[in-house]
């Protein structure tokens, strides 16, 4: 096995990571406290005085949290029982034993950049379950929803163009269907930019068509491992049996936009019988500001049932009936929110390392996905992305992100280097994407 590369961390000045512990975290953190004290008369309301004390302690937690963060102090097990409570601490029991520090303690700016973030959101959710009886609240469930709103115009446009699509998809010849598969496999890329963690929780809504920008967007898709999707799925489907089953996956990444993106993909797959049924796989808490929950996604197709433009309305009665029948299935598992990279997930959780096997395709979404897959590591840019897995092939698997943070495998041998004399900051402005795909050929 080769050498695997040490992990990004916030000791590397002026990196991205650095960046994000030193000025975006704790502006998520100010965000969030922010967000209790407006709901200060809901929680009077709902719960009296208690709600009231409630929301004093929940502040009281995450200001000390933000304290710990900008004076760069040891990080503290959990202490609230929880289903991972125990897994988080002996994960960092395990990254103390790593250290060299004197004291060995884990510090923000010294421990691997995965472990702090996530760790940083995990302690979010412990301030919360601390504080009942607002232990239910979803501290970003307000920038979520104001993503979906904010990009009504570009969600009528994509409801009306899927829903146009499968009224003559039988109609299609196969490179016709190729076409329309890969244009929205597009929109579900570019519908990752709508990430509220990296814009600290500002506005990221789509206001613009997406649709009419595929053709001037293409240049910036930096791999493009489309046609791998598309023989595999193709094949799938040409050589079914009659009762046969075609499974796509589709972890998830944001809520809003970018899952009525997914959405749309998902519905494409069904009605071009592309997949028989697709499994979406969020998160058991709220996690990095916008990633979908359970409640996130029940709640975006109920609006997308009530929208009052038919077409959307349409989307959002075919999308209920597809749960209702089974044919689409989502999932949540604590796994997505610890702090390990993939490669452990065998270990870690067995369970939810079967449950991937069973699938023909899995598409993981963005970048939270990507830094997990390749263990957000200082890898070469050349480096094969079969190699940064690390031994991670449940199922044949594709990401799909725009680039938002310092890590990139895969490419060809000079070309990041190149990308970087021309434009230093290519890796996290998500200006560029990519599908990345492993598996057979």
Known sequence: MAVVPASLSGQDVGSFAYLTIKDRIPQILTKVIDTLHRHKSEFFEKHGEEGVEAEK?????????RNELQTDKPIIPLVEKFVDTDI???YLEYQQSL??????????FYSPWLFVEC????????AIIQSPPIDYFDVFKESKEQNFYESQESVIALCTHLQQLIKTIEDLDENQLKDEFFKLLQISLWGNKCDLSVSGGESSSQKTDVLNSLEDLKPFILLNDMEHLWSLLSNCKKTREKASVTRVYIVLDN???ELVTDLILANFLLSSELATEVHFYGKTIPWFVSDTTIHDFNWLIEQVKHGD????SKCGADWEEYVEMGRWVYHDHIFWTLPHEYCAMPQVAPDLYAELQKAHLILFKGDLNYRKLTGDRKWEFSVPFHQALNGFHPAPLCTIRTLKAEIQVGLKPGQGEQLMASEPCWWTSGKY????YDGPL
């Open 433 to 436: 994407g990519i599908f990345q």
């Open 119 to 126: 760790y940083m959101y995990r302690r979010i959710h412990e």
């Open 255 to 257: 809520s809003g936009f």
């Open 88 to 90: 988080w601490n002996q």
């Open 99 to 108: 250290l060299n520090e004197s004291d060995g303690k884990s510090r923000w």
């Open 57 to 65: 302690k929940a502040i009281s937690l995450l200001s000390k949290l």
């Open 309 to 312: 433009h038919k077409w959307v």
